[in-house]
């Protein structure tokens, strides 16, 4: 197999230019938006022109022909794509997160993931939706994992499961790296919003994972990685703040997605029914409306920011993000989803019912919008929630994704 000394080290490309390359391919994303979502799937198109743009290399080490990119420049990436195209971003935030973590992993793994292939891409869930048994050398893992983004156009998953001995007795969570080769992909993903995205079921039913592609989760989330490259600063970045902050990228692409389209076609010169206003740029509510709305996409766009360079200062410290700053960025999270989805509101209501027509993109991207920022992990309430503890020293929490 190739080794690191084999591959070119990727020069560093410089965090512009990424964005650059992002912002050209708008235009493309945008025509094929309504395919993609037809068809379930990002469209082939777009996976080989971000391949070709090296967008799925974001997070892959620059030994192994990587980016090595800081989440900096991953958000301001992700969120331009999703002028284009929110199924889209959504899966190159998702595989380009999942890289991540393979570079958390053992020199070993990630030169079965890109060793021979710089762009071996990899989707994943966290959650530890299986059962395992110990033999010798691995685990053999059984299970289902829903809402796997990315499944159709990755080679690997990263896949939670639960980490038990010789007895059974469950000693730790993990994440398995699986070649999608040894998986199934059931077809479960029939969704309001994001649809293109393929977030189907992934199965395994009596799957081998040799020990060393087992990551420990409890441990990671304490920022205790395997990664024998403790240089590269990257691959410092806390887990938790990573995993849920990369999603809210999209999420203010979005909103300025609408605001793209709201604009345009207030510039036609259209009035408002039932009024004397003949074009509905002149008119004050308009105005001011639309006013409001870019404020709250400044705003989201400000504590997303804000978010990845605690992130990235944290990294490039040498020292593990603190417990307050972690949950700080949950709830910057939360809030840039919250702030995203005002922001199309009102842009909704300048654009009025035709906002709803099937032919108006709007209404493609209020759904991928309301669809995105309800995952999980972004949920604004628990991040609350967390964040009020943390601020009051309860030591007691909702969650350990912290």
């Known amino acids: 197999m190739t080794t690191s000394t084999d ?105 079965e993931v890109w060793g021979e292939n710089p762009d071996a891409r990899v989707c994943g869930v966290l959650a530890p939706s299986a059962t395992t048994r110990a033999v010798d050398g691995g685990l053999v893992v059984t299970g289902r994992w829903g809402f796997a983004s990315g499944s159709h156009h990755a080679q690997w998953a990263s896949l939670g499961i639960p980490v038990v001995d010789a007895s059974g007795r469950q000693t730790d969570q993990g994440a398995a790296l699986i070649p999608m080769r040894e998986l199934t992909v059931e077809d479960t993903w029939y969704v309001a919003g994001m649809r293109g995205t393929g977030s189907n079921t992934l199965v395994a039913d009596e799957v081998f994972v040799p020990e060393h592609r087992v990551l420990s989760v409890t441990r990671a989330v304490q920022g205790d990685y395997p990664t024998e490259h403790k240089d590269e600063t990257l691959y410092r970045s806390a887990l938790v703040p990573v995993l849920a902050l990369v999603l809210a990228g999209p999420q203010v692409g979005l909103a300025q997605a609408g605001m793209d389209v709201v604009t345009a076609s207030l510039a036609k010169g259209r009035g408002i029914s039932y009024t004397f206003y003949e074009r509905a740029d002149e008119a004050p509510s ?26 990235d200062t944290w990294a490039a410290s040498e020292a593990y993000m603190p417990f307050g700053t972690r949950a700080r960025v949950r709830m910057d999270t939360g809030y840039v989803a919250r702030r995203s989805r005002e922001a199309l509101d009102l842009l909704l209501s300048v654009q009025g019912a035709g906002s709803f027509a099937e032919a108006n993109p709007l209404q493609r991207i209020w759904r991928d919008q309301e669809t995105g920022s309800r995952h999980a992990v972004i949920n ?22 912290i």
């Open 286 to 311: 308009t105005q001011i409306q639309l006013a409001e709305a870019a404020q709250l996409v400044d705003t989201a766009r400000l504590h997303l920011m804000r978010a990845a360079e605690d992130i």
């Open 380 to 401: 604004p309430a628990i991040a609350g929630e967390l964040y009020g503890r943390a601020l009051l020293g309860v030591e007691e929490q909702v969650t350990p994704l």
């Open 7 to 111: 591959v070119p080290q990727q020069a560093a490309v410089p965090a512009a230019e990424l964005k650059e390359r992002a912002a050209a391919l708008v235009p493309a994303l945008r025509a094929n938006a309504a395919r993609t979502e037809a068809d379930r799937r990002i469209a082939e198109e777009n996976i080989a022109a971000l391949t070709e743009a090296g967008l799925f290399r974001l997070t892959v080490p620059r030994r192994l022909g990587g980016h090595e990119a800081d989440f900096r420049t991953f958000l301001d990436v992700t969120s331009e794509l999703a002028r284009g195209c929110g199924s889209t971003a959504w899966v190159a935030t998702l595989i380009n997160v999942c890289n991540w973590m393979v570079g958390l992993y053992p020199d070993r793994v990630q030169q």
